[in-house]
């Protein structure tokens, strides 16, 4: 089972980043997907959930109307599209793959907001 997670990276306030994290190992499609963080000095958050068919999603207050999560099931990859990014946005991004008691993460992608 892997998760490994991509497009992180150092970006300017205000600008935008697209995070992908690519599954293979187990079905993929059967799994509720989500992208967590985690900042220096703080727990792991949750940051986005989308259902395993993506019909549903929900986001933290924190990031709602800026980051929108979605997923392809037949490239077995979900994405976390980040907007109007703010310094207060820097952290490790996690994904995550739920299914009954399976529980899979990657490895993480840093991303830093700063000028």
């Known amino acids: 089972v892997q998760l490994v997670e991509s497009g992180g990276g150092l970006v300017q306030p205000g600008g935008s980043l697209r995070l992908s994290c690519a599954a293979s190992g187990f079905t993929f499609s059967r799994y509720a997907m989500n992208w967590y963080r985690q900042a220096p000095g703080k727990e792991r958050e949750l940051v986005a959930f989308?259902?395993?068919?993506?019909?549903?999603?929900d986001y933290a207050d924190s990031v709602k109307g800026r980051f929108t999560i979605s997923r392809d099931n037949a490239k077995k990859t979900v994405y976390l599209q980040m907007n109007s990014l703010k310094p207060e946005d820097t952290a490790v991004y996690y994904c995550?793959?739920?299914?009954?008691?399976?529980?899979?993460w990657g490895q993480g992608t840093q991303v830093t907001v700063s000028s």
């Open positions: 995550n793959a739920v299914w009954l008691t399976a529980n899979y």
């Open positions: 989308i259902s395993s068919s993506g019909g549903t999603t």
